[in-house]
């Protein structure tokens, strides 16, 4: 069955350091994501991509935060400088149609970011 | 600004009791989507209503979206302890951005 892959899984980082999180979306969706997920929080949108922009943004995602999509598979979350208050648990997500269609979204299993 | 407030939050149950998850906003959604997560793991997805009264069973799971979409339930019968997890929904507004509830933890004792 067809996955969403998020590399690393973990990942310690001192504040101030640039970090990039990884994904593969699933190779036939058209709109890709990434949420957050702060220790025993609620999930939390950050951004959506589509056609090669962003379609839509929160307002968590700031000038620190930024996203690619280098080639025909990856899917990239860079943020800046970390902050102590970035440590969360990150998490890619791909979808046929995107919110404003059905809003199914597949999740991959998440990249933990831990800043020190 | 949208909300999902779920309830209750926790729940410990034997193993062949039922239960009834709520989600609950003062927001009208254009769909909800109910997602089980693992510790540790990302979210996965149950199901997705789309329309007002809508019933969806999935096994032992019968998930029911509010007349005006404005609230959804996830009731399990006979639970067995693999359905430990945490059970969350989420809304679609009409934008990209999907809204999450806290989620409700589930633990069901053999």
């Known amino acids: 069955e067809p996955e969403v892959t998020q590399t690393p899984s973990h990942q310690v980082t001192q504040m101030g350091q640039e970090v990039i999180l990884r994904c593969v979306p699933i190779s036939n969706h058209l709109y890709f994501y990434w949420y957050r997920q702060i220790l025993g929080q609620k999930v939390e949108f950050l951004v959506s991509f589509y056609n090669n922009e962003i379609s839509e943004k929160s307002e968590i995602f700031d000038d620190q935060f930024s996203v690619e999509r280098p080639d025909g598979s990856n899917f990239t979350l860079k943020i800046r400088s970390t902050k102590l208050e970035d440590s969360a648990m990150y998490f890619c997500?791909?979808?046929?149609?995107?919110?404003?269609?059905?809003?199914?979204?597949?999740f991959g299993e998440g990249s933990r970011l831990t800043v020190l | 600004t949208q909300l999902l407030e779920q309830s209750p939050q926790f729940l410990s149950i034997q193993e062949g009791e039922n239960l009834t998850v709520y989600c609950n906003s003062s927001?009208?959604?254009?769909?909800l989507q109910w997602y089980r997560q693992e510790p540790g793991e990302g979210p996965v997805l149950l199901v997705t209503v789309v329309t007002g009264g809508e019933v969806k069973k999935l096994k032992r799971l019968t998930f029911q979206f509010g007349d005006a979409r404005k609230d959804s339930s996830l009731h399990i019968t006979a639970a067995q302890p693999g359905d430990t997890g945490l059970y969350l929904c989420a809304g679609a507004g009409g934008s990209e951005k999907l809204v999450f509830g806290k989620g409700m933890k589930l633990t069901v004792n053999p």
């Open positions: 997500a791909s979808s046929v149609r995107g919110g404003r269609g059905t809003g199914e979204l597949f």
């Open positions: 927001s009208v959604f254009s769909s």
